[in-house]
């Protein structure tokens, strides 16, 4: 009978968990990285584990050098390339040095990533006009962020742009195949996704765009070599090219350098950002005017309002917070942020049941009646949390029962109020690392 009043109201799942997630919990609280990450403007990393602890070590030894690379394959970047180069300027602003390197050898070759078939080949003549267009709006980018967002309470790093054509230029092919082309095996080049997707199309790939991760990940070397630089950022079809130059500096070398990636951005419809019926919403003014630019951001629905805010501008997040939800709004994020990160019990106290499944969204909500003598192990059967029998006995004896953030292993335990049932009538209930329940108890007093 019991069971049959328990309800489930509600079961969103959350979207994937981000690579960089754990960062939140790592003992080395490096302030850049983590806020990059509750910004939502990293996605991955490489080495996967580095960002536990190698890269926020290596950004508090001192200044670093990142760069991120944009192939001028149009005259213009679009928004959908904006939160790269914001990537860039909130690592500059935390006193490390950028190089945004345009592509203009490059975007010759064209990078397969992503790309379903080979691009029409770009003369070098269109390549260097592209080259003028971009370095102008990444140049002007910069300019505006240091005359208009930069705080100043920290001094901001430089920033270099750089054309890799002014390495390759005047590269014989026998010596640079000859000298790069030995840091890279088959094997490895051949597994990237960008090349197993083309491989399996009835286009196939052509030995250019093939050759195309070896240029990026010599780019790699090249600016590890002169500036030092071990952080590569891009965006998330970039990570065969990041591993590449990872592999290449690695058996060149021997420094270990990291690549980050940046989510691709999408609207709330899901469609690429600025991509809708294929009108690209531009940075450059003479392709799309700052009146259209700014339409396009004021035109975004509300669901998309407090991402944007976080993934385009430097506004601290509480005061984006503050902005989209107000002060009672800040206030619950704070609340939840105490409740899941500082496991505070008396944070989950003060929560009110939408904050509860605000915060669990994974979790399903049951309505449970409270029966007298009820025990952890009736309340754990009730929701079906542990499987039936002996099993699910031996579960909760073994540990993997977590009552309000306190292990529970007496599955004989009585549910005790204050302790399992909060004054607001709740109990969050955990099996293993990430099963969470929702529990709102109803006495029978409350029903009748
Ligand atoms: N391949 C990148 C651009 C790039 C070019 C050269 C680099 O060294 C790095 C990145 C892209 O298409 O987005």
């Not at 300027?89 to 070759?109: D, E, M, N, P, Y």
């Not at 899901?270 to 700014?294: C, H, I, M, Q």
């Not at 505070?344 to 009646?369: C, I, K, N, W």
Request: contains cysteine; hydrophobic residues 35%.
């Amino acid at each position: 009978m019991a069971a049959s009043m328990a309800r489930t109201c509600r079961h969103v799942p959350r979207r994937g968990p981000c690579v960089l997630r754990l960062t939140l919990r790592s003992k080395l609280h490096n302030g850049l990285l983590l806020s990059l990450n509750k910004r939502g403007i990293l996605k991955e990393s490489f080495p996967e584990d580095a960002a536990q602890d190698r890269l926020p070590r290596l950004l508090q030894s001192g200044a670093q050098t990142v760069y991120c690379g944009f192939d001028p394959t149009a005259d213009s970047l679009h928004v959908g390339n904006l939160l790269a180069i914001v990537g860039l300027l909130h690592f500059r602003s935390a006193g490390h040095h950028v190089l945004a390197v345009l592509g203009g050898a490059t975007a010759q070759i064209g990078d397969p990533s992503g790309k379903t078939s080979e691009r029409e080949r770009l003369s070098a003549e269109v390549a260097e006009a592209n080259t003028r267009g971009i370095r102008e709006s990444i140049q002007r980018v910069f300019t505006n962020h240091e005359l208009h967002f930069h705080d100043g309470s920290r001094k901001a790093g430089t920033v270099t742009v750089l054309n890799n054509l002014s390495w390759y230029k005047n590269r014989g092919v026998v010596d640079f195949l000859s000298e790069a082309g030995r840091h890279l095996r088959m094997g490895t080049m051949l597994s990237r996704h960008s090349v197993q997707s083309r491989l399996r199309s009835a286009d196939g790939m052509s030995l250019t765009e093939f050759t195309y991760q070896v240029f990026q990940a010599y780019d790699f070397h090249h600016l590890n070599q002169i500036y030092g630089c071990k952080i590569q950022l891009g965006g998330t079809d970039q990570l065969g090219n990041l591993m590449s130059g990872h592999e290449y500096i690695h058996k060149a070398s021997g420094d270990e350098v990291f690549g980050l990636t940046v989510p691709l951005v999408t609207s709330s419809a899901g469609d690429k950002l600025g991509k809708t019926a294929g009108n690209a919403v531009w940075l450059n003014r003479d392709k799309t005017s700052p009146f259209e630019f700014y339409q396009f951001f004021l035109r975004q629905p509300d669901a998309s309002v407090e991402r944007f805010l976080k993934l385009f501008t430097f506004l601290p997040l509480a005061e984006v917070t503050k902005l989209v939800h107000g002060k009672e709004g800040l206030e619950s994020a704070k609340r939840c942020t105490d409740a899941l990160y500082h496991s505070s019990v008396q944070a989950l106290e003060e929560m009110s049941d939408g904050e509860l499944q605000e915060l669990f969204r994974e979790a399903p909500f049951h309505e449970l009646l409270l029966e007298p003598g009820t025990t952890v192990m009736d309340a754990c059967r009730r929701l079906s949390a542990v499987p039936e029998g002996p099993r699910g006995y031996q579960m909760v004896s073994e540990g993997a029962v977590w009552i309000n953030h306190r292990r529970t292993d007496n599955p004989e335990q009585l549910l005790l109020p204050k302790l399992h049932i909060l004054s607001n009538g709740l109990t969050l209930l955990r099996v293993g690392k990430r099963n969470f329940y929702i529990i709102k108890w109803l006495s029978l007093q409350g029903l009748s």
